[in-house]
């Protein structure tokens, strides 16, 4: 048997101890993923029933197994290159969102019509340089922001999750901006060591050109 490394046993440790993974083994969730999206929708009511939704960075699947038990008549747009676990009803789109190819396919799929909330799990591969690392999961966060421009209807949601560093606290001034209100919010789910937070903008204001493409 493969020796474990120091890392992969502490790893392991936590998980086997951490409550929310054993409680999305013991209720058959994909990932303990699924707490954090649950609590957020909790207290900020993001997922209505018909909703039109773009879940970004959606593998293994455990946002696309909520929004799939919550939405009902709505549209559900999943993204990421890796494989997700999703039911018939969702449009799965492999790739890296901010491609031609993906920007091309959620068009497809939303047939001109505008998006009610844009949500990011998305998360860079980690280079373990911090600041490389906290430039890239900047970059995910800019991807995210051009979508609404893109396809979100005005009033309507982004939820991101983010990494406390450098450009956070400036990015999170100029989305003041674009949308009437803006809270950063660390669900119980996220790990407290981590430098995970979740930006949740409601009332998308646009660009006058947004609202003429949407309305
Ligand atoms: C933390 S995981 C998402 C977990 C997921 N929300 C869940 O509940 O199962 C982060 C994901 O972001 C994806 N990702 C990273 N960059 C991306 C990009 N540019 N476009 C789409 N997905 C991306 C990764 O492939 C990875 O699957």
Sequence with gaps: MAKRTKSSSRWLQRQNKDYFVR????????????????????????????????????????????????????????V????????????????????????????????????????????????GVRAVDQARAMDLADTALLACHRWLKPRGALAIKAFQGEGLDE???????????VTVSKPKASRPESREVFVVAQGFLGSQDDHERLV
């Design 23 to 78: 409680a999305a083994q013991d209720q058959g969730q994909v990932s303990r993923a699924h707490f954090k999206l649950l609590q957020l929708d909790q207290r900020f009511k993001l997922i209505k029933r018909q909703a039109r939704v773009l879940e970004l960075g959606a593998a293994p699947g455990g946002w696309t197994q909520y929004l799939q038990d919550r939405l009902n008549k709505g549209l559900l747009i999943a």
């Design 80 to 127: 990421d290159p890796l494989p997700i676990t999703a039911g018939v009803d969702t449009v799965v789109i492999e790739g890296l969102a901010g491609e031609a190819a993906v920007d091309e396919a959620i068009d497809e799929a939303l047939q001109g019509a505008a998006l009610d909330l844009v949500l990011s799990d998305m998360a860079p591969n980690i280079s």
């Design 171 to 181: 990015w999170v001034k100029d989305l003041r901006a674009q949308f009437s209100k």
